[in-house]
T-cell receptor, first 114, second 109 residues
Framework: EAGVAQSPRYKIIEKRQSVAFWCNPISGHATLYWYQQILGQGPKLLIQFQNNGVVDDSQLPKDRFSAERLKGVDSTLKIQPAKLEDSAVYLC????????????FGNGTRLTVT | AQRVTQPEKLLSVFKGAPVELKCNYSYSGSPELFWYVQYSRQRLQLLLRHISRESIKGFTADLNKGETSFHLKKPFAQEEDSAMYYCALGDTNAGKSTFGDGTTLTVKP
């Protein structure tokens, strides 16, 4: 099976600019996650989708971050405006079902905000 | 609230030596525990999960509910085991996984 696809792999922007990341999960996987991984830390959940509905966005900084999963397949994560502390790797993951399934990760997007 | 603690940021052993990566968790329900591994220049991937009770690449992990631990063990480390290891706790109701901050394992020749 094809894995989770993410793009771009790297992005460098200046603070206050906007940026968008794209994720295509494994076919048939209903649950999609966006994680933020700051250097030296483990992945931290930003948002979880079940099909095209949001299950958990409690850790998403909604004043600057937004995410959508139209049609329950692809997803985009946007940051506007970016801050220096947003520099991190943004990981997309999917799983076939909610609750206790292992996650399948993409390669991530490394964002540097200068 | 669920929490995962990996007390060692760095762990270095010699080839052939036993290795144990520690993981402790905090969770009020019935936990689902996982170990994920990230080799150099590769994506994060599942290594093993507690309900499988299997050995993957010589690694095993036993869930100890009394000590709330899920330590990862291998009797004889190999150089190719050098990687970043993350312990994760799955919420069976909400579906999200909480990760520890990881342990970098280096196996020296």
């Amino acid at each position: 099976e094809a894995g989770v696809a993410q793009s771009p792999r790297y992005k460098i922007i200046e603070k206050r600019q906007s940026v968008a990341f794209w994720c295509n999960p494994i076919s048939g996987h209903a649950t999609l996650y966006w994680y933020q991984q700051i250097l030296g830390q483990g992945p931290k959940l930003l948002i979880q989708f079940q099909n095209n509905g949001v299950v958990d966005d409690s850790q998403l900084p909604k004043d600057r971050f937004s995410a959508e999963r139209l049609k329950g397949v692809d997803s985009t994560l946007k940051i506007q405006p970016a801050k220096l502390e947003d520099s991190a790797v943004y990981l997309c993951a999917s799983s076939p079902r909610q609750g206790g399934s292992p996650l399948h990760f993409g390669n991530g997007t490394r964002l540097t905000v200068t | 609230a669920q929490r995962v603690t990996q007390p060692e940021k760095l762990l270095s052993v010699f080839k052939g030596a036993p290795v144990e990566l520690k993981c402790n968790y905090s969770y009020s329900g019935s936990p689902e525990l996982f170990w994920y591994v990230q080799y150099s220049r590769q994506r994060l991937q599942l290594l093993l999960r507690h309900i499988s009770r299997e050995s993957i690449k010589g690694f095993t992990a036993d869930l100890n509910k009394g000590e709330t631990s899920f330590h990862l063990k291998k009797p004889f480390a190999q150089e190719e085991d050098s990687a970043m290891y993350y312990c994760a706790l799955g919420d069976t109701n909400a579906g999200k996984s909480t990760f520890g901050d990881g342990t970098t394992l280096t196996v020296k020749p």
